[in-house]
């Protein structure tokens, strides 16, 4: 896109991942004139979502990139003005798709055909049920119809594959933000109802009980054990009101504490791993912190602690730009900045950026994701602080198999320093990302617990699709792909204008409270004072005078502070509050009134 642009914004924001479209919404919000670029042509950076082809696409770009610091005609500087050159992008994302599908693709045959096959073409496979099924026999020995892997690529359009996977806890930050600035009408999402974990000292996948229905329901615990474990869940829900009894440990390991509880191996892993979600080094008082945090989030919305996105994380990003676009945001992809101009006779404040296009475009403050800034050792570094593995899996059938589809996150619990811990998140069809009939399975391993810095990533997947997939009563492997994704470069923020802020690449935690307080911290710095992301009207609150066709911000602001405006699930969080506040110490918080219509059906608005 070489339009030209306006030549003046009160902030110029440089890529569309989470924190940047945050802040988009935030200051287009309270008025702000916003131009958001990004030189990708699609929304997201390293949080966005394609389709099966798509994905393939992106990873073969990715690995592709070259450096690139100029484009266009060249900027010739002022006498108090300096540049400071920025790059296309960084290749955080580093990966490939397993082509060897194909190859089974083409290795099948009709059940009354000989043995011995020769190969098909692709267009013949995909009509390969007209006459007659056709079969694929693996190499353990299972038979997988062609129909499940023509089904991929048949129907590539109805995948949605995430670069990373995150879930809501239901009482999250990012949750409490949706609600606030009524980003949740763009948004829907699905409870996740149901946690696995391998049992101590075994492969195999069992459901966490989480809440006091599930702990008296599970079939694998006895009855000393549950009430042992409803004890220690109950003090943890209040842990601060219980000091006298972790006093002793509040500097050893969490671990250690459960033990005094008299809790067995597999319920210290359960609570570790799949409640707490922290490692064995944990000390008591953070491994109890988490533990309430898991609570906490029990109930809001149903049986669940999390809620995954429909469509996919790729959602979050878009939704809080199109907020932005609402409030005169200008957004123009395909288009990047190049260079920052920096005046010297402003104390070195960044005046303009030079877009790709060579036009000098002024701005008051400018953000600019990390991925921008040239690994020079002067103001960012090549080394990534954070840095995961990734690998995706397309499957016929979920890795817990029910009556009902669930959406479910998963724990393979560490066995040695050659197998840490994979967390897992399976979605159906009815989380928004694969047809009916299909599963996708996310797996992720946080590379601070992996000692090779360059890893066989299928190598280093191998333990998750064993447990996964190799048994005949196994779902089948359809399609993967395995990836590295790299953030947080270590950045020298006093070598950079005052008004240049930069906003981090995703981490590896499972919830999004790091992302969105690190917008809040943002914006504070650039308008601090003002509030971060106040409500936005519905469309029938919009009050217009007569005959003025645009948004009037003195009559609307009116109408939000009518008290009709406030939000209902701020009504349902003040009630559950009360009902919380109420109930016996003895229990874990239990489901709030303001459960949604269905069991597996959530809205944060």
């Known amino acids: 896109m070489d339009e030209t642009l306006p030549e003046s914004f009160d902030v110029i924001i440089v890529g569309t991942g989470l924190q940047e479209s945050i802040l988009s919404g935030a200051f287009s919000r309270i008025g702000k004139q916003v131009l958001h670029i990004d030189a990708n042509d699609y929304y997201g950076c390293d949080w966005a979502s394609f389709n099966i082809n798509s994905f393939k696409d992106f990873l073969d770009s990715s690995n592709e990139q070259t450096i690139a610091t100029d484009s266009g005609d060249p900027y010739e500087c002022a006498s108090n003005e300096d540049l400071i050159a920025l790059q296309n992008t960084r290749q955080t994302i580093k990966g490939y798709v397993d082509d060897s599908y194909r190859h089974q693709r083409r290795n099948v045959r009709r059940n009354d055909a000989p043995t011995t096959s020769s190969p098909v073409d692709d267009e013949a496979i995909a009509n390969s049920n007209e006459g007659g099924s056709t079969a694929n026999v693996n190499n353990d020995n299972r038979t997988t119809s062609t129909e499940d892997y023509s089904s991929v690529f048949n129907k590539w359009r109805q995948f949605n594959i995430d670069i990373i996977p995150k879930l809501l806890f239901c009482r999250g930050s990012l949750v409490e933000l949706l609600i606030q600035s009524n980003v949740s009408r763009y948004l829907e999402f699905k409870i996740v109802d149901q946690i696995l974990a391998t049992l101590h000292g075994t492969q195999k996948l069992e459901r966490v009980p989480c809440s006091r229905a599930d702990v008296f329901s599970s079939g694998f615990i006895t009855m000393l054990d549950k009430r042992l474990l409803m004890k220690v869940l109950t003090m943890a829900a209040s842990y601060e009101d219980h000091a006298d009894k972790y006093e002793e440990y509040k500097d050893k390991p969490y671990r250690e504490f459960l033990q005094s509880q008299r809790l067995n191996s597999k319920l210290q892993d359960f609570i570790i791993y799949s409640i707490a979600m922290v490692t064995d080094d944990t000390d008591t008082v953070e491994g109890l912190k988490w533990t309430k945090n898991f609570l906490r989030s029990l109930g809001r919305y149903g049986n669940s602690a999390f809620l995954w996105p429909t469509y996919g994380v790729g959602e979050i990003p878009q939704a809080f730009s199109r907020l932005s676009a609402v409030f005169g945001g200008l957004f123009c992809l395909r288009r990047s900045a190049k260079s920052l101009v920096i005046d010297k006779d402003d104390d070195g404040r960044c005046t303009a950026i030079i877009d790709s296009t060579g ?85 992720l391993i946080d590379g601070a617990k992996v000692a090779d810095s360059d890893p066989d990533l299928k190598e280093l997947f191998a333990r998750t699709e064993q ?139």
């Open 359 to 443: 036009q000098k475009i002024h701005a008051s403050h400018v953000i600019v994701n990390e991925r921008l800034l040239i690994p020079d050792g002067a103001i960012c570094g090549d080394v990534p602080k954070r840095k995961f593995y990734r690998a995706v899996f397309v499957t016929n059938s979920s890795i817990h198999p029910s009556a009902d589809e669930h959406i479910s996150m998963g724990i393979l619990n560490p066995t040695d320093p050659l197998h840490p811990l994979v967390r897992l998140i399976e979605v159906g069809s009815c989380g928004g990302v694969c047809p009916k009939g299909s599963f996708v399975v996310h797996a």
């Open 467 to 605: 447990i996964l997939f190799e048994d005949a009563a196994k779902p089948k492997k359809l399609w993967s792909s395995y990836f590295s994704v790299s953030s947080s470069f270590l950045i020298d923020s006093s070598t950079l204008p005052r008004n240049v802020h930069v906003a981090l690449g995703p981490d590896c935690d499972l919830g999004f409270d790091s992302s969105v307080n690190e917008a809040r911290e943002i914006f504070d710095k650039i308008y601090p004072g003002e509030e971060f992301l106040p409500r936005a009207p519905d469309p029938e609150e919009i009050i217009y005078d007569e005959g003025d066709e645009g948004y009037n911000s003195e009559l609307t602001s009116a109408a939000l502070s009518s008290t009709h405006s406030i939000a209902l699930s701020r009504e349902e969080q003040q009630a559950s509050d009360e009902v919380q506040s109420t109930e016996p110490s003895s229990t874990v918080p239990s489901a709030e009134s303001g459960n949604t219509g269905t069991e597996n059906e959530a809205s944060t608005s």
